[in-house]
Each structure stands twice: as structure tokens, then as C-alpha cells.
């Protein structure tokens, strides 16, 4: 009897240490997630001057941006950095605000609408249609920080007749800036905005240079 009434004592010492031992954990685990550090959302900035340009209407010419394509490795929410040779460094608590290739896509055509002086520009994808005299696409190859201090955007692009999807001009460049102390992170975003300033200036470059709309004929 005294046997059984051990027996029994132990299998509900085990049964209620299960018990109490579970929220335990659970408790334990939502600490540990409390204590972790809040994370930093950013996002790119325009060209000084597009910020501050006040209200445009109309425009000579109709531009299409897209689609902007990025590697997997850089769509995600984390900032990524490159560290020492081929490793890619994610950083968990430095964040973006929305999507790298929205952002991206947003402030190209805020600096392409000052540079070029139209308001007549369409992102793609879209539903909405109008006529265009351009389209341009891109390949992000390289949008991230460097071991060596700066901020790197290599992209291979291309201006398309938009009736007939032929190719105007196609280049691939390569653009460096060095952060600014204390190089952080927000000294990271802004210079891989001030890299893509000089692709959009690159690009309205080019724009200019070519007849437009229907005089690609």
C-alpha cells in the first residue's frame, strides 16, 4: 500500500512540475523578447532640390519607371550590408520603412520629375495609362554598404521605345559614396540616396539626348 501511495505521489509531482514548467518557459521566452532593442525604420531621400521643389503640373515629356527588379539576397525588410569577403551582414533592428524597391521606385521618380521638369510619370506596375515617351527599366546588381566605408549602387538600365518595346539606349554604371561620420546606419541610407541622386542624374542625361515620342520612328 505504501508502495502504491509513493508511486502515485510521483506520477503527480510529474504531472503538475509539467504543468507549472510550461508557462514558465513561456514566460521566459516573452522576457527575452522584451528585452530585445526596438528596431529603426528609414527610408531613401530624394536630391535636396526635388524635396524642396514646391507643386508641378504637366511636363514635355510622359516617363514609365519599371519594373525595378533586386536581388533576393537585398528584398527584405533588413538593411543589408556587405562584410568581409562574400558574407552579406542582415541587420535585424535597422529596418525599411516599406520595400526596398518601392522606395527606390518613389524617389527615382521624385529626382527624375525635378530633373527633367515633369510630373508626367508613371511606375510600373500599374492600371493607370497615358502616353509615354519613354520607359525605362532596371537591374539592381548592387545597392548596399561596403567593409570600406561607403555606399555602392550598380545598375544595369535601359530607356525603351514604349509603343515599340525597342531599346534607345542601354548602360550599366557604377556609383560610390563614402559615408559620413559616424558612419551608422542612417549615414549608410544617406549615401546610398546620394548614389541614387547621380544615377537620376545620369539618366536624365540620357533622356535629353533623345528624340522623343513618336520621332523614334
Same mark, same amino acid.
Given at each position: 500500500?505504501?508502495?502504491?501511495?509513493?508511486?502515485?505521489?510521483?506520477?503527480?509531482?510529474?504531472?503538475?512540475?509539467?504543468?507549472?514548467?510550461?508557462?514558465?518557459?513561456?514566460?521566459?521566452?516573452?522576457?527575452?523578447?522584451?528585452?530585445? /532593442? /526596438?528596431?529603426?525604420?528609414?527610408?531613401?531621400?530624394?536630391?535636396?532640390?526635388?524635396?524642396?521643389?514646391?507643386?508641378?503640373?504637366? *511636363?514635355?515629356?510622359?516617363?514609365?519607371?519599371?519594373?525595378?527588379?533586386?536581388?533576393?539576397?537585398?528584398?527584405?525588410?533588413?538593411? +543589408?550590408?556587405?562584410?568581409?569577403?562574400?558574407?552579406?551582414?542582415?541587420? !535585424?533592428?535597422?529596418?525599411?520603412?516599406?520595400?526596398?524597391?518601392?522606395?527606390?521606385?518613389? +524617389?527615382?521618380?521624385?529626382?527624375?520629375?525635378?530633373?527633367? *521638369?515633369?510630373?508626367?510619370?508613371?511606375?510600373?506596375?500599374?492600371? +493607370?495609362?497615358?502616353?509615354?515617351?519613354?520607359?525605362?527599366?532596371?537591374?539592381?546588381?548592387?545597392?548596399?554598404?561596403? /567593409?570600406?566605408?561607403?555606399?555602392?549602387?550598380?545598375?544595369?538600365?535601359? +530607356?525603351?521605345?514604349?509603343?515599340? !518595346?525597342?531599346?534607345?539606349?542601354?548602360?550599366?554604371?557604377?556609383?560610390?559614396?563614402?559615408?559620413?561620420?559616424?558612419?551608422?546606419?542612417?549615414?549608410?541610407?544617406?549615401?546610398?540616396?546620394?548614389?541614387?541622386?547621380?544615377?537620376?542624374?545620369?539618366?536624365?542625361?540620357?533622356?535629353?539626348?533623345? /528624340?522623343?515620342?513618336?520621332?523614334?520612328?
Amino acid at each position: 500500500m505504501n508502495r502504491a501511495r509513493t508511486a502515485g505521489r510521483r506520477r503527480l509531482g510529474i504531472v503538475l512540475h509539467g504543468i507549472w514548467s510550461r508557462p514558465l518557459v513561456w514566460m521566459l521566452a516573452v522576457a527575452g523578447c522584451a528585452g530585445s /532593442p /526596438p528596431s529603426t525604420f528609414f527610408s531613401l531621400s530624394p536630391l535636396p532640390a526635388a524635396a524642396g521643389q514646391g507643386a508641378m503640373t504637366g *511636363g514635355a515629356l510622359g516617363i514609365g519607371l519599371g519594373p525595378v527588379t533586386f536581388p533576393a539576397f537585398l528584398d527584405r525588410p533588413q538593411i +543589408v550590408s556587405r562584410d568581409a569577403g562574400n558574407r552579406l551582414a542582415v541587420d !535585424e533592428y535597422n529596418r525599411w520603412g516599406g520595400t526596398i524597391q518601392d522606395d527606390f521606385l518613389r +524617389v527615382w521618380s521624385e529626382n527624375l520629375s525635378y530633373l527633367v *521638369g515633369t510630373s508626367r510619370i508613371l511606375l510600373f506596375p500599374s492600371e +493607370v495609362r497615358y502616353p509615354l515617351d519613354f520607359r525605362i527599366t532596371a537591374d539592381i546588381l548592387t545597392f548596399e554598404g561596403t /567593409p570600406g566605408g561607403e555606399a555602392v549602387l550598380k545598375v544595369r538600365w535601359a +530607356v525603351l521605345d514604349p509603343m515599340l !518595346e525597342q531599346a534607345l539606349a542601354v548602360h550599366e554604371n557604377t556609383y560610390r559614396q563614402p559615408l559620413r561620420p559616424p558612419a551608422d546606419q542612417a549615414a549608410l541610407i544617406a549615401a546610398m540616396s546620394a548614389t541614387l541622386g547621380a544615377f537620376s542624374k545620369d539618366v536624365a542625361a540620357v533622356l535629353r539626348t533623345l /528624340p522623343k515620342g513618336g520621332d523614334h520612328l
